[in-house]
């Protein structure tokens, strides 16, 4: 067996691969195959081998080259191979998964910030998709905050809101309702204009909150419908008149 | 009921969790960007897409959405074709479901039918209570 895939190492590789870098890889493969078949922890070893060839040959790829090893080597252990080659899938696939669920994690961390951005004014930027969770996480927290802080006005820039559907758009629509509740306004920014236009269609109203183009115009009507106390003590010091 | 071969669609997609409400937007909007369609559209469409799969896992827990792209009407205009199909409890009244403003969930706005219908061109539906519900929906690309 070992000596079967040395001696026919160079002819081997050469159907097995036509790039040089594939080539390099399928004779690593054998050699250490050849190699592992001897060893004591066979088993896991060829795995591992499996594992490291399906990092740059396909499944394709991995079943013509057993099946090419198969009929050229006298004794090939063809159902044995394949089976290695399925357990190392299932670890890749394995592996994809935590790894997938690591990102959901992460994901979920990446909580939606509420910024005090100015006295009394309290901005909420929305980023990705709103699933019901997330929805419902965040909700509670604005309101937590919109009440401990005493905010007047609460922004919500949906900017990085790829799209709002009936769901996304209901949620908002509950959230601005129990923010006017606790008796601050809402003013809504960021809205794209496609997004304006599904939104026009899908007949999702938002005419509970005050709508501004963007950030800046937000900011600059909700400080001048807020003057806080503070500011127009310093004002009439500084002798500026009266900011009402 | 409607009867569907998977291999005549080009996007097939499962519908089972939350979060495949969110793959099966991108994945048509991916789609529809790549046949060209206006920003516009594709937002129109994702979103639609985004509805069908939310009425899916919502109802029906789970179901099938497949994209294809196609030729439709005399003059051979380019199309996206999305059927959503499930075998859920069905739709009772679906005069009163596609109308708007009627739903049977608490936390929805009723609007998802409706808005659907208005986002696309062409809207299809069958419903049997006990049976499943299967929407078929279109929009042609309009010529620049």
Do not use: H
């Given at each position: 067996m070992k000596e079967a895939i040395i001696y026919n190492l160079k002819e081997l590789v050469e159907d097995l691969a036509a790039s040089d870098d594939l080539k390099r890889e399928w004779e690593d493969f054998l050699v250490n195959l050849a190699d592992a078949f001897s060893s004591e922890d066979k088993d896991e070893r060829i795995k591992e081998l499996f594992k490291n060839l399906l990092d740059f040959a396909d499944a394709d790829a991995l079943i013509r080259g057993i099946e090419l090893l198969n009929s050229r080597i006298g004794g090939f252990p063809f159902i044995e191979m394949l089976k290695f080659a399925v357990e190392a899938l299932d670890g890749i696939r394995k592996e994809k998964e935590t790894r997938l669920r690591e990102l959901n994690d992460i994901l979920a961390e990446l909580a939606t910030p509420i910024i005090r951005i100015w006295q009394d004014i309290l901005l909420v930027p929305l980023i990705g998709t709103l699933d019901s969770h997330r929805a419902q996480n965040m909700a509670e927290k604005l309101l937590e905050r919109t009440a401990s802080t005493r905010a007047k006005i609460v922004i919500v820039d949906v900017t990085g809101v790829p799209m709002i559907d009936t769901i996304v758009g209901g949620f908002l629509i509950e959230m601005f309702n129990a923010i006017k509740l606790l008796g601050s306004d809402v003013i809504l920014t960021g809205i794209k204009p496609e997004i304006a236009h599904t939104l026009v269609k899908l007949g999702v109203d938002f005419n509970m909150v005050i709508i501004k183009r963007d950030l800046e115009s937000a900011l600059k009507y909700a400080i001048g419908i807020a003057p806080d106390k503070s500011d127009r003590k310093h004002g009439r010091k500084r002798g500026d008149g009266d900011e009402e | 009921?409607?009867?569907?071969?998977?291999?005549?669609?080009?996007?097939?997609?499962?519908?089972?969790?939350?979060?495949?409400?969110?793959?099966?937007?991108?994945?048509?909007?991916?789609?529809?960007?790549?046949?060209?369609?206006?920003?516009?559209?594709?937002?129109k469409i994702a979103t639609a897409v985004s509805e069908l799969a939310r009425n899916i896992y919502r109802y029906a827990k789970e179901g099938y959405i497949y994209i294809r792209e196609k030729e439709a009407g005399p003059e051979k205009a380019i199309t996206i074709e999305i059927l959503a199909c499930d075998e859920g409890p069905g739709i009772e009244n679906v005069e009163l479901a596609v109308s708007g403003g009627y739903t049977t969930s608490e936390r929805s706005l009723g609007l998802g039918l409706a808005g659907i219908r208005r986002l696309m061109d062409s809207f299809h539906i069958e419903s049997e209570v006990g049976k499943g519900t299967a929407v078929i929906v279109e929009k042609r690309r309009h010529a620049y």
């Open positions: - | 009921m409607i009867e569907v071969n998977p291999q005549d669609y080009d996007i097939v997609l499962k519908i089972k969790d939350e979060s495949d409400i969110a793959v099966s937007r991108q994945m048509a909007k991916n789609f529809a960007q790549k046949m060209n369609f206006s920003l516009a559209d594709v937002t």
